[in-house]
Nanobody, 124 residues
Framework: QVQLVESGGGLVQAGGSLRLSCATS?????IGWFRQAPGKEREFVAS????????AYADAVKGRFTISRDNAKRTVYLQMNNLKPTDTANYYC????????????????????WGQGTQVTVSS
């Protein structure tokens, strides 16, 4: 059974850091991180392939966020540095369920199992 559970969210001041975790069960998958702010659509943040050899980032987080994984622990991480108030959102991890390439992998429809989300709030 596929399950994803996020943790690590919280309240942090602008310029601070947080590390989100996505604990998975049911296999090893390509994983994406997404976020959704109130009144906005869910948007792609970062993704990583099963083996961890390929990663991708949204322009808004490049150079500040790093996605990584530890397959022995079945966990995917999102290290977020130099956080900004505009990063405030509920963050979700999801399993990529469909083949895709390039920016096609930014589409939420390519992901089939989702966690419950973890809230990140960045104060100014």
């Amino acid at each position: 059974q596929v399950q994803l559970v996020e943790s690590g969210g919280g309240l942090v001041q602008a310029g601070g850091s947080l590390r989100l975790s996505c604990a998975t069960s049911g296999g090893v998958f390509s994983i994406g991180w997404f976020r959704q702010a109130p009144g906005k659509e869910r948007e792609f943040v970062a993704s990583i392939t099963r083996g961890g050899s390929r990663t991708a980032y949204a322009d808004a987080v490049k150079g500040r966020f790093t996605i990584s994984r530890d397959n022995a622990k079945r966990t995917v991480y999102l290290q977020m540095n130099n956080l900004k108030p505009t990063d405030t959102a509920n963050y979700y991890c999801a399993r990529r369920g469909s083949a895709c390439s390039g920016e096609g992998c930014y589409d939420v429809s390519k992901y089939d199992y989702w966690g419950q989300g973890t809230q990140v709030t960045v104060s100014s």
